[in-house]
């Protein structure tokens, strides 16, 4: 991911980094769409000023594919904001129509990077931060791929309301690994609140379950018998 550079060669963390045109055909559909969904740098535009009511929590979701869980979440609690984050064109598409069939008021769908996060929200802005199922990465030559860093945990943390938290997913037992040694690095950011290696274990109508109590991709490996790991995390 660090390696994605904009036409002037800035690295995606830069400040000044700007999205490449892409001729997707859903980037235009995504430029015209309603004012629930940006794209590209228009997702810093609102950097500090998503939350629209008093008291309100703001929740993330990272790499929300088609809006599955957290369109389902939106209508669920009409009280809180909910974002999906998607650098997929046509997912966030579908996932703001969804959106968009059942009126909702309180969500919006950002295109783009999640490395960019700290332009995409102000310090402290985001309450509650989910990632389920990130893309494993799992030869070695793709580890470096791998979203969950120390850097970005610091990242995250920064982005996180006091006591927010930072919920994490995944089928992948060594990228689970992964995560735990570089949560480890940033021990003092971190509370643990919850942790499990086999989340459905002891639960016979698992796959029964549906959106927004499991995702997309969840559904399929319990289907086939697939261990979930989840870690949960509370901002010290
Ligand atoms: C394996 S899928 C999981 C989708 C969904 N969370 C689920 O559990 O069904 C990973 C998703 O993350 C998105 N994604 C991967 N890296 C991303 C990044 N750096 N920024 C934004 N989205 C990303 C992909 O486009 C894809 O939709």
């Known amino acids: 991911m660090c390696s994605v550079k904009n036409p002037t060669g800035l690295p995606i963390h830069h400040p000044e980094y700007r999205y ?32 629209k009511r008093d008291g309100e929590k703001l929740h993330v979701e990272i790499g929300c594919n088609a809006g599955h869980v957290v369109v389902e979440w939106a209508a669920r609690d009409a009280g809180d904001r909910f974002i999906g984050i998607d650098w997929k064109f046509k997912a966030i598409h579908r996932a703001f129509e969804k959106a968009l069939k059942k009126n909702l008021e309180n969500i919006h769908f950002l295109r783009g990077h999640a490395d960019r996060l700290p332009y995409m929200f102000a310090k402290g802005e985001v309450d509650h931060l989910y990632l389920f199922f990130p893309d494993p990465w799992a030869k070695k030559s793709q580890l470096k791929n791998r979203f969950i860093t120390e850097s970005k945990l610091r990242m995250i943390h920064e982005v996180l309301a006091p006591g927010g938290t930072f919920q994490i997913k995944t089928d992948h037992p060594g990228y689970f690994a992964w995560m735990e040694d570089h949560i480890a690095k940033t021990a003092e950011l971190w509370e643990i609140t919850f942790r499990s290696t086999d989340l459905h274990a002891g639960n016979p109508a698992a796959h ?22 989840r870690i949960d995390l509370k901002k010290r």
């Open 20 to 51: 490449a045109l892409s001729r997707n055909p859903y980037a235009e559909k995504l430029k015209k769409g309603p004012g629930i969904v940006f794209s590209d740098n228009d997702t810093e535009a609102k950097q500090g000023q998503w939350k």
């Open 208 to 229: 029964t379950l549906t959106f927004p109590d499991v995702t997309c991709f969840e559904k399929l490996f319990i289907k086939d018998g697939i261990a979930i790991h």
